[in-house]
């Protein structure tokens, strides 16, 4: 289901992200950094138009999270329009 993918898509990429930002790999690692570029380039046209409408908390961004529960009720409204 491609709801499905998205999810998975946003977790890998936040994965990847504390994976440069604790310093376990280092973004000169290219395979990782093409991979989260390559999932940054599919995602931001979802993701921009939420982080537009959130409030800036500083360092931490939100939108990955409500793209995650946005796609979850989605998901669930369409499940049970159809049954």
């Known amino acids: 289901m491609p709801i499905n993918v998205i999810v998975m898509l946003v977790i890998v990429q936040f994965i990847i992200g504390l994976l440069f930002a604790f310093n376990v790999t280092s973004s000169s690692n290219d395979f990782l950094y ?6 940054n ?3 931001d046209p979802v993701l921009a138009p939420i982080k537009r409408i959130l409030p800036s908390t500083g360092a931490i961004d939100f939108s990955p999270l409500v793209l995650i529960i946005g796609l979850q009720i989605l998901k669930r409204a369409l499940f049970y329009g159809v049954y």
């Not at 093409?34 to 999932?39: C, G, M």
């Open 34 to 39: 093409q991979v989260y570029r390559s999932i």
């Open 41 to 43: 380039s599919l995602l």
